[in-house]
């Protein structure tokens, strides 16, 4: 027996409508490349993107085409978002810090009809250019007056915008159509596009919204610092529209002092982004010592939110930390770290331990740990497992790599490991690749980097297993010294002591003067391993436990 | 182009498993009708609702068929919630309040197989049994040792469950499928079937859980008064397991005193039921000098929230009202009056005036106002017209009645007369079949019973059209008086004026005992108006403005 309700897809422009139907004179709050504040609302949004889906249109993009771009946030980054996924085709938004040669690579495998690019990236579309052969349009995110000179045949956006009347009607589709499409960071091998659906965007925006997620309201003003470029802002332009929050995009200043002061005068409710880009903010209220007078929730994801950052938010600036994790294969939404209602008797400091884990899922998501044949372990806070995830807004195959299942039993593995606890809290403790495994033990290289990190003398810290004789492999720390800082190899791993089991210390420290890193900030430790690889092995002279190499 | 994400039906029974597995060791505390307190877990919930659902594939119900129950709220109904829609069959609520009449129409109009009921409608069903030819069987929610004695052939929940191992799996099917059926409580002419599926379940439980709905969390103490046989309480039972709420089900009793000191003992954050139990809560609290101490969040609805309860739960109790609109065809959650960002610097009356507005879209929810030949009328909060609402958990055809489509252009008409402001509140002014029509003219018949039951002297009105020779039709008001009260209908007119336009001004009162409600609770105009029809025609021998009718 078939339900008898009303049959509407869930569509992506389903949240713009109902942003310009019922929230139609909220703001959306622009700093833009080319300097200045700019401001509209929500009517405006949906006219215009209506507007740019006419050009689409008249630049012959047919449903399912990709749309790349190479933006900051903006709302014209905005408009891309609802024009292009709104009308069939498919948002792709290219992350520009990733090196120009996997940039190119990515815009091929996507097969890229046409670019929309930020004024600043000309220079890097003029230097891409020759090498992207899908591309039959470039169009510069600016209109004429602030163009530098001639652009040869580049298109003017807001050209495109002014000859379209906005008459244009909402197609409506399949939901189950490609909506957008994100290339994962991977830090080894060629990146892989993620291709997400209409269905699953707008699933993941109620899953973004609810309460114990970010709990976002027409009340809030929200400014997702978390680029529009990586996994979809986390969701927020979505989530914005489905809830009618006032919009602050902050463009391309994200350091401390930018975004503080927008936050200031945006009176910012919740703001989203990595630890590092906080932690610039945090500095730089210290330094000029003032607060965060409106912020009320500050969203932290991307890597393990440092327990002194949760306690320096909400101590310091009053305001609650919704410690995240998700990756672009999860939309990214997976967890949030907000406690139940068995945690309102706790001690701060236990509500901060609670916190600081990765959180528990919200409805929809379901994960669970495995041993490495594959056996569910049990949630106790203490077992640690191969972390998978399943759910409406997980994926299933990677973009034209249908071939290859990623799933296992229906499950997509993360590459993490993780413990959860009985109250469904999980915890991230090394990636899959990285935990070193001494003896058949897992040791935990998260773990001894984070108390590495804490000694005042070290500024950076990766721990790697490296070959040994009888354990197979043993923890090597590699850190780089705080500026003037002596400490020694022996002081170092005297440190550790007491702070974890006696075989879990690391079997040697070295030296350097920096980590390799990735495009997105994350250490590379496949170029440690392969550097380090025979450090502890007999035939290698032996260094001192204060050793240094550059 | 497809998107590439995991194809997952949303399904009533994933929310339950999300309980389970996310939320297990969370509290549902019920008032049993057998006199005592019970206390279970999430995680006892699903055990039992597995159970259940192979009793159920037992007495042979098969995907499809429809299972009655007639019952409080309590564990047992909540279990058939999870069990009769999670195993494909239909649960099929059956309101208690109707007629016995009534009754048997919708268990013949269902077709239902099996009903389950509470011990209390033991003497009701052996009543209704001899025509209810559909129902092979009979199961009373209770155990052996509550029994009055012989209960011929009925089966017995308990032993039931007893019987079975709970290794039961949720079975996986299309989410189009039906999942419950409630029926309209139709002032007018036999009650309508409404078929939800568990799409619309599983959307509209998002919808209700959104930070601007009733904005529930796993911090939430949630007592559902509102009845699972009326609209599946408002959605409540399946937005607990979403959010991993706590629970709270009273039961039978409804007086306010039962409601505040189960509110009290199991720290209840959020309740909802209809403005008249509010009105027997704030009534015992004040009579006993007595604070809602943990109460966070009323939700009111079902009818218009008086201003004077807005005023009276915020400022005595601390506590925020969450007032809202919505009917059995749209599942019901269809707005609520929550604030917007515009509104956070407006004074206490002004908010109150914008909060005793029926309220603005979730997402999901469209609604728009238009004149008696279609066409759009605008949102200035001045305008009425028909409501017409439209959404993924609003329905499309009545159950058994697919011949006669209830929608224009798409929409289904609500039978309200509405108006919708520049923010998007929209505020009831009518029901389409009470709105006066004087001259072309509409007159609100509920504005003017808003102001009579202002008078102190009066303790319950309505309002109503009668025949007219110049105008068609013009207001006539019906009261009650409040006892010892001595107002008179000349005293009561000069109440209304500055208060409503003059040609507002109802032509005539009259006094009579009580008002024919219906089983719901609302006044039925259909009797008022027949019987009234001439009161102001000149064949009639005019009574004076003071006619006192028995």
């Keep these: 027996m078939i339900g008898q309700m009303m049959q509407q897809p869930l569509l992506v422009s389903s949240l713009l409508r109902h942003a310009e139907r019922h929230h139609g004179g909220q703001e959306i709050v622009s700093r833009r490349v080319e300097g200045d504040i700019h401001r509209y609302t929500f009517r405006d949004l949906a006219d215009r993107s209506r507007r740019l ?27 891309l978002y609802y024009a292009a996924s709104g009308s069939g085709a498919v948002l792709h938004t290219v992350n520009p810090r990733l090196h120009p040669d996997q940039m190119a690579w990515i815009i091929a495998d996507a097969a890229d009809d046409v670019l929309f690019f930020d004024l600043t990236f000309l220079p890097l579309v003029r230097e891409l250019g020759p090498r ?28 495109l915008i002014a000859e379209e009347s906005g008459s244009y009607q909402w197609p409506t589709f399949d939901e189950q159509t490609a909506s957008s499409l994100c290339y994962t960071s991977g830090t080894t091998g060629n990146p892989k596009g993620v291709l997400y659906s209409h269905r699953s965007t707008v699933l993941h925006t109620f899953a973004v919204a609810l309460p114990d997620s970010m709990g976002l309201s027409a009340s809030d003003s929200v400014m997702p610092v978390v680029p529009m470029f990586h996994v979809n802002a986390w969701g927020l332009p979505y989530a914005a529209c489905m809830v009618g929050a006032k919009v602050v995009l902050p463009g391309a200043d994200l ?29 730089h209220a210290q330094e000029h010592g003032v607060r965060f007078t409106t912020l009320e929730r500050a969203v932290i994801g991307g890597a393990a939110c440092p327990s002194s950052m949760l306690r320096e938010l909400e101590k310091l600036h009053g305001v609650n930390v919704i410690h995240g994790w998700g990756m672009t294969e999860t939309s990214p939404f997976g967890t949030a770290s907000v406690p139940k209602h068995t945690h309102q008797d706790v001690t701060d400091d236990e509500r901060f331990a609670v916190q600081a884990k990765q959180g528990r899922c919200v409805f929809g998501m379901d994960l669970k740990i495995v041993d490495d044949v594959g056996n569910e372990l049990p949630w106790n806070g203490r077992a640690a497992g191969h972390l998978m995830a399943r759910g409406p807004w997980v994926l299933s195959t990677y973009y034209r790599r249908e071939e290859a299942d990623p799933l296992i039993d229906g499950w997509f593995p993360t590459g993490d490991i993780a413990t959860i606890d009985a ?7 090394d990636r899959s690749k990285d935990v070193i495994k001494s003896g058949g033990e897992w040791i935990s290289s998260i773990d001894l980097e984070n ?4 000694h005042p003398g070290i500024a950076a810290a990766a721990c790697i297993g490296v070959r040994h004789r009888k354990w197979d492999e043993r923890p090597l720390l590699v850190v780089v010294r705080a500026p003037d800082a002596d400490v020694t190899g022996e002081g170092l791993l005297a440190y550790f002591e007491g702070k974890v089991a006696k075989w879990w210390l690391p079997d040697d420290v070295v030296f350097v003067d920096s980590l390799p890193m990735g495009s997105t900030g994350k250490v590379l430790k496949a170029p440690l391993r392969e550097r380090f690889q025979d450090h502890l092995m007999p035939s290698r002279t032996r260094v001192s436990a204060t050793s240094t190499e550059h």
Tied chains: 1, 2.
């Design 423 to 429: 109250d469904g809290f999980m915890q991230i403790t």
């Design 53 to 79: 889906a006419q050009a689409l249109e008249r630049l012959g993009i047919e449903p399912g085409t990709r749309v790349a771009t190479l933006a900051w946030n903006g709302y014209r980054h905005l408009e």
């Design 255 to 283: 350091d401390g002092r930018s975004l503080y002061e927008l936050q200031e005068a945006e009176q910012v409710t919740l703001s989203a982004s990595v630890p590092t880009v906080w932690q610039g903010q945090l500095r």
């Design 451 to 454: 108390i590495a990190m804490s």
């Design 132 to 159: 992207l052969a899908s591309v039959r349009h470039y169009v510069v995110m600016s209109d004429r007056e602030h163009l530098p000179g001639d652009i040869g045949d580049v298109l003017v956006y807001e050209d």
